[in-house]
């Protein structure tokens, strides 16, 4: 059993036609799981909107009010040349965030395992101060925090497999002990960062162009594991991009449903050992749509244990 949680909002945020981080994405995510007989082993459960003193233990608060001022109430209002808000993008990405603070609480209860937030716009680029690459709020940086000050945990980890480095969470956590975060991304990409002289805590595999299972799964088991036994996490929070998969037309690795499986029961042995078993992961990128929804069923089935 696996928790899974959405909110209508995040089907309300768009950023006008043709643009790939659409609502579509979460609705080929329904297909696919309609599809996968997973239903009976999902909780389901619906995200609420973090609240501005949970978003400001990660942004500044003058950031999130500038947000909420910038909220048109028609159109389009751009952030960057990549990421727009309409009407209803404050709200989806207050929901984004809530849904991985809700699933850390549940998680963090006892009741649950492991969580999936099927949530958008994404947030990993989101800087503390700056709205960049589709993200709006960092909401899995917002959980991390959520988990060290709220539920008395010292050390929690960042998995982030999404093929674009995390830049937002970087700077939001380096030299912070009590986050570890490591990640692979293809290298060079937007936004090009990760590989200069990165804090101890962080753990950046910059992977070439064209570079596939082999090259991941080394990355996962040379670097990222030892990490992660050696930092011992109480809690594992995965940014779960799937633009490294082979049919994403954002990006060139060559990932499959396969090494997202494998890689999610990586972290799931990781946890067992360490975080009785603790996972919260949320949705980042992934622009095949037929690609993304598969890729998310087979992520989902392993934590679900189905
Ligand atoms: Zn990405």
Redesign the pocket.
């Known amino acids: 059993m696996t928790v899974f949680i959405t909110h209508p909002s995040c089907l309300q945020h768009e950023m006008g036609p043709g643009h790939p981080e659409s609502p579509e994405r979460l609705g080929a995510i329904n297909d696919a799981l309609a599809a996968s007989g997973l239903e009976p082993h999902l909780a389901r459960f619906e995200a609420p909107a973090a609240t501005v003193e949970q978003i400001a233990r990660v942004h500044d608060r003058r950031y999130v009010e500038a947000i909420e001022a910038a909220s048109p109430s028609s159109g389009l209002r751009y952030l960057d040349p990549d990421t727009a808000l309409n009407p209803h993008s404050v709200d989806a990405a207050r929901h984004a965030a809530g849904g991985v603070v809700h699933a850390v609480d549940l998680v963090c209860g006892g009741d649950y395992r492991n969580a999936f937030c099927a949530v958008r716009p994404?947030g990993h680029h989101a800087e503390s101060g700056r709205a960049m690459?589709f993200c709006i709020f960092n909401s899995i940086a917002v959980g991390a925090a959520h988990a060290l000050a709220v539920h008395g945990l010292s050390r929690v980890a960042i998995a982030d497999f999404?093929?674009?480095h995390g830049n937002g969470t970087e700077e939001m956590f380096s030299d912070e002990p009590r986050v570890l975060m490591v990640s692979t991304f293809q290298y060079p990409l937007y936004p090009m960062s990760g590989i200069d002289n990165p804090a101890r805590n962080m753990v950046n595999i910059p992977l070439s162009a064209g570079s596939g299972s082999v090259a991941f799964r080394d990355a996962v088991r040379e670097s990222w594991l030892p990490a992660l036994e050696a930092h011992e996490p109480e809690l594992i929070l995965i940014s779960a991009?799937f633009?490294a998969h082979r049919d994403d037309p954002?990006?060139g690795l060559a990932l499959t449903e396969d090494d997202y499986a494998w890689v999610t029961r990586e972290l799931m042995a990781v946890a067992a050992r360490h975080a009785s078993g603790r996972i919260v992961s949320s949705l980042?990128?992934?622009y095949a749509l037929s690609a993304l929804g598969h890729s998310v069923a087979a992520h989902v089935r392993e934590l679900a244990g189905a």
Do not use: I, K, T, Y
Request: no cysteine; aromatic share 0%.
């Open positions: 994404p690459g999404d093929v674009h991009g633009d954002l990006a980042e990128g992934g």
